[in-house]
Each structure stands twice: as C-alpha cells, then as structure tokens.
C-alpha cells in the first residue's frame, strides 16, 4: 500500500491528498510533526533526506518532492488523468506547476513566516507587504492563464492543484483575491468545491 508521510497543515502535502483522491487510492498516512522537528530525524531523512514533508513509498520505493510524487501517482495510476497527452499542453501544465511552486509559494511562505512564526507584534510589515505584492502579481497572471476556461488548461489538472491547496490559509494569512480579478475567485471556488479538495482537508 502506498504510505504518504504527511503534515495536515502543510500546502505541499495538501498536494498529493487532493492527487490521491481524485484518483480513489487507499493509502496509510503517517503524520510527521514538523512543529516538533520530526522531519530532521534519522528515520524520516532515510526517506527524504531533503527533511521535508512530503514523502510516499510505494512498496518500499520512496519519492519525495510534491510535484514529482503527482507525477509519479498520474504515471502509475492512469485514470483519471491529470495531465494532457498533447506534449505542448503538458509542457505548459508543468510550466504552471513551476509558478505554483516558486513565485506563488514563495510569497505565501513568507507571510507563514511572518504571521505564524514571529512572536506577537514583531513580524516585519515590509516583508509582509511585499508578499502580499508578489501574490498579487501572481493573481494577475493566473487571470490571463484562466482565459474563458473553468481551470487552467480546459479540464480539470495537476497544474491546477498547487494553488488551491494553500487556500485554506487564506483566512488566517489575511490575502485576499483583488475584485478585478473575477475569473480567479470563481476559479478557486470552483476547485475548493471539488470532493478531492474538501477530502484532502
């Protein structure tokens, strides 16, 4: 059975919960505390010795890495898919991916580091400011990426996931979507409603 080694807060996990679901795969969870540091200890960093979560064995074989154990589940578990076949559109799946990733996560990685982990009144408004740019810029692109389609490439994909999955910070983090930007909101709403993200908690 695959074994996912997981944190429940973490986006990147979030990830691979939604990829699990939306392909039905039974799969035993093993909570790693990252608030305790259990991801720096020896038996974790044998799995991933990159000393993060997320991590999957399959059979003993392990990967780590969000968008490549997406990859690895949409290789080995081919329905449904969640990636095009046209190589030019999977190309620009895995392009959009890359965003998800560097930019977009950056940003919101910062205001985590801010708002959850300086001590009351000393987080560093500058820093959270400009976060909150780069997260805008970011809400602009993905609206001209959106063009008139329900999700980023026409159906529903992985290019779709690594964004949705840090909504559920929204709130706590204080980003809002700016109101000129409509095709974003119904475009979140629409993945937030979908059974494997609600699943993937």
């Known amino acids: 059975m695959l074994k ?4 429940p807060m973490s986006p990147r996990a979030r990830k691979v919960r939604i990829v699990l679901a939306e392909k039905g795969l039974p799969y035993e969870k093993v909570t790693v505390d990252i608030t305790k540091g259990e991801q720096k200890k020896p038996e974790f960093l044998a799995i991933n010795p990159y000393g993060k979560v997320p991590a999957l064995q399959d059979d003993g074989f392990a990967i780590y890495e969000s968008i490549i154990i997406m990859e690895y589940l ?3 578990h081919a329905d449904p898919p969640l990636l095009p076949a046209d190589p030019g559109q999977r190309a620009r799946a895995r392009v ?4 998800a990733d560097n930019p977009y996560d950056s940003a919101l990685a910062a205001l985590v580091s801010e708002i959850f982990f300086k001590p009351q ?4 408004q500058e820093v959270i400011t400009k976060a909150k740019q780069d997260l805008s810029a970011c809400f602009e692109r993905l609206e001209r990426e959106l063009g008139t389609n329900d999700y980023l490439l026409g159906p ?9 999955s840090w909504a559920p910070l929204f709130g706590p983090l204080q980003v809002e979507i700016p109101q000129h930007l409509p095709r974003v909101t119904a475009w979140l709403n629409r993945l937030k409603n ?3 993200v609600q699943a993937a908690g």
């Open 96 to 99: 959009l991916m890359h965003y």
């Open 156 to 164: 529903f994909s992985l290019a779709d996931i690594g964004y949705v």
């Open 194 to 196: 979908r059974s494997s």
């Open 121 to 124: 009144g000393q987080a560093n």
């Open 4 to 7: 996912l080694y997981d944190f």
């Open 74 to 76: 949409n290789d080995t």
